[in-house]
């Protein structure tokens, strides 16, 4: 409201300027003494001839600049509304799910799931995996998390793959078409990936299935809506495989991020302490391989810290986020990924070293400052 009282009450000059006319000149001194019939003017008659004219001009003018500060001040008050609207459809579609979310706390793939979610204030139960077992996943062939079980009154569905999960649940509650409907815009397919083995793919898992009119409510433009698509697959084909030769770097830093994933996964007393001591050693050695896959340079920090700058000069310097005023979901998927090393060396290297820390905080209280 602060700026839309600024944008409306400016002063005259400016709201004339902005409606397209001319500011209203200052009356001259012998015009403002005709209106008065001050001493040593001309007669009143003569001042009636003349002064007419003027004051109907003045007048025509101020009923325009009356006229056009009601068009934008209902404008503004119909954009309101909408807003107001939307929000409400919002919250009335998000009261209709009821969401259960299948993770490892640990995962970058469910840290973006929850990032989504907790932006949007979708309320969602959570479910803790067992890593070695899985026993809480049993039900489902599809054997990898996040998995999301959204129920809409009579329809139970299960969404799959974290850009999947994203992108149907935000074609829902900005089209409102029934989830059912929706998920079958995104379907799998079997293929066979550099190593060999066979992997699911999820067809046009980036993109949302909105009509003309709902994109251009959403993205304003064809660049906008590319964009915010190219950045969220970069965070999953590219920043996300930075993530464990990071926190795997040595094998001290091996050792704290299993003490972190042990202290808040899901893992009973000597499975933890396998995980914690076995584990560490394991992707200590498993890092070093995944560095040769992902072609990245000895020290691997710089890759980190390169991507996070490229990262930051595509935001750019003149809006605080990607989307503009508030995050997209590129914006959610990158801090997403990013937050599960919060609490380790890889995490505190990367606010020092690189640009980031700004923009990432602003996300982090937009997340937090969601209203629920």
């Not at 209203?24 to 009143?44: D, E, N, V, Y």
């Not at 490892?104 to 989504?116: E, I, L, N």
């Not at 992108?167 to 397919?189: F, R």
């Not at 000597?270 to 560490?280: I, N, T």
Request: proline share 5%; with cysteine.
């Amino acid at each position: 409201m602060a700026h839309a009282a600024r944008a409306l009450w400016p002063g005259g000059r400016a709201l004339a300027c902005r409606l397209g006319g001319r500011p209203a000149p200052g009356l001259p001194a012998q015009s403002r003494a005709g209106f008065t019939g001050a001493t040593g003017g001309p007669g009143p008659a003569a001042t009636a001839r003349k002064g007419t004219p003027r004051l109907l001009g003045a007048a025509a003018l101020a009923l325009g600049g009356a006229m056009g500060l009601y068009y934008t001040a209902r404008c503004h008050l119909q954009a309101q509304d909408l807003r107001a609207e939307r929000s409400a459809a919002h919250l009335s579609l998000s009261g209709r799910l009821q969401l259960t979310l299948y993770q490892y706390k640990t995962c970058p793939f469910c840290s973006k799931v929850r990032a989504f979610l907790d932006f949007h204030a979708l309320p969602y139960q959570v479910v803790e995996v067992n890593p070695v077992r899985r026993a809480e996943i049993k039900f489902s062939s599809y054997r990898k998390v996040p998995i999301v079980l959204a129920q809409e009154g009579d329809s139970l569905q299960q969404l799959n793959d974290s850009s999947v999960i994203i992108s149907a649940l935000k074609t829902y509650l900005v089209s409102g078409q029934a989830l059912e409907d929706i998920i079958t815009y995104y379907p799998t397919m079997k293929a066979m990936n550099d190593q060999g083995k066979e992997v699911t793919e999820f067809c046009n898992k980036y993109w949302l299935m909105l009509d003309e009119k709902e994109a251009q409510r959403m993205y304003g433009g064809k660049e906008a809506r590319m964009e915010e698509m190219k950045w969220r697959q970069w965070a999953d084909d590219w920043l996300v495989h930075l993530i464990s030769p990071n926190v795997y770097r040595t094998p001290a830093e091996a050792l704290a991020s299993f003490d972190y994933i042990v202290r808040e996964g899901k893992f009973g007393a000597v499975e933890g302490a396998m995980a914690k001591y076995l584990g560490a050693a394991a992707m200590y050695l498993i890092s070093k391989r995944l560095k040769s896959r992902h072609h990245l340079q000895d020290d691997v920090r710089e890759d980190l810290y390169e991507a996070a700058d490229k990262w930051v000069a595509a935001v750019g310097k003149d809006r605080p986020f990607m989307g503009g005023q508030e995050p997209n979901l590129a914006d959610l998927a990158v801090y997403g990924v990013l937050r599960v090393m919060e609490g380790l060396e890889a995490f505190d290297d990367l606010m020092h070293h690189t640009c980031i820390q700004p923009w990432y905080r602003r996300v982090e209280k937009a997340i937090t400052e969601a209203p629920h």
